[in-house]
Structures are given as structure tokens and as C-alpha cells.
């Protein structure tokens, strides 16, 4: 059940990001639940082979370039999801950015498993 209120969370922020964001646009909400549970499969199979790959770099920029890696992995979910566009990467930096941030918001307010 938390997972199920995590996903509508997250999409619930996607379609807020999507108004304020220039160059993000989200064609629904249902779309947006879609981009939410991509982006939850993204990061649970994707990004830790990119982390993996990627750890020299991480490490020399004291990990700074995960936020790469979340632009990354939110231009693979426009990719795939139609519906869903991101227009660049440094839009996608931003949208990871405050995604990320929304969700932090979001969820604590969830409390603990």
C-alpha cells in the first residue's frame, strides 16, 4: 500500500513540476502515474548500473555526477513514455533536482514503513 501512495506521490509531483517547468510537459495524469512508475523501475534497474559504471567519476567529483545520472535516467523515462516530454538535458538536471526534492517533502510526510 505504501508503494501504491509513493507512486501517486510521485506523479502528483511530476504533474506539478510540469506546470511550473518550461519545457516539461505532461500530457495527463495518467501520464504522469505511467512517468512514475517508469522512473521507480528506472531507478531500481537502471541507475545502479550506471553507478556502478560511473563510480571513478563519482568519486573524483565527491559525487556530484549522480545528478547526471538522474538527468539521464529522467530523459530514458521521456524516452519511453509517451506523453512525457523533457526538452534538454539541463531541464532534465532541473526536473531531477526538484523531483527529488518534492519527493523528499512528499514522502516524509508519510512517516515510516
Sequence with gaps: MNFILR???????????????PGVEVAGYVTAIIVAIVLAILNLLVKPILVLFTLPVTILTLGLFLLVINAIII??????????????????????????????ILFSLLGKD
Design 75 to 104: 530523459l530514458l523515462a521521456d524516452a519511453f513514455v509517451s506523453g512525457f516530454e523533457v526538452n534538454g538535458f539541463l531541464i532534465a538536471l532541473l526536473f531531477s533536482l526538484l523531483l527529488s526534492l518534492f519527493q523528499s
Design 7 to 21: 507512486i501517486l506521490l510521485t506523479a502528483l509531483a511530476v504533474v506539478v513540476l510540469a506546470k511550473f517547468l
